[in-house]
């Protein structure tokens, strides 16, 4: 195999030119979540066919907290049964923070958005990242714990600091926000993670990679890799 280059959009690219057959993967949707419908098919993945469940918390909220993500793991067995009859080669809860915030467990062949960020940083072997979210502070430093107990050292982080409302953040907003992060922890990075499937963080990704010469990983992103790679295990 071709070494893969530099850049996680370049690399995606790559992978996708290497598939041989349609994969389709299975993604538990947070039911006010737009911006992964959205954002996905944009990647221009050319054999991958995504098939979408919507997850309604118990507590019927969208602002993130304990009884968001513990109904969203709660709702994924039956959406999971929704899809029952598709022949899917993965299954994505397409939420981050669920990934890292407990509840109760998931399905065995249910992996997360967070464990796609962790599976985009081990194929691109990047062991130090910054971290930018729209996330509440509390929540963002349990992901850069959790980032750190994976073997993944956060170098700087930086937040939002909003519960609710990722999708009318605006690209200019995750500019200022990233440009939060000292210039130092930036350069010995190895990636820049933007955390959460909820904002589009798509328009902001080939201006980061230029201006830091380095892979930038979204969630969003990172569930395309998952679904690329996917690709390469079949090609295997």
Known sequence: MQPLPDGALA???????????TVRVGLL???ANTAVETELPRFGLANTVFHYARLV????TTAIDSSFWH???SASAGALDSLSHLPLDAVVLACTSAGFTGGPGLPDDVVTAFDALLGALAGSG???????TPYPASVTEAESG???ASGIEVLAQASLG??????DVAPDQILEL???LPEKAVRAADAVVLSCTGWHTLPVLAELERRFGKPVFSSNLAMALLAARVHASVAS
């Open 57 to 60: 918390p118990a507590s019927r």
């Open 29 to 31: 949707l947070p039911w």
């Open 146 to 148: 959790t980032l750190t």
């Open 162 to 167: 909003l519960d609710d409302g990722y999708a």
């Open 11 to 21: 690399t995606l690219a790559a992978l996708d030119g290497a598939t041989i057959r």
């Open 71 to 73: 109904g969203l793991r």
């Open 178 to 180: 990233v440009g939060q």
């Open 126 to 132: 990047a062991s130090r990242v910054v971290l930018a």
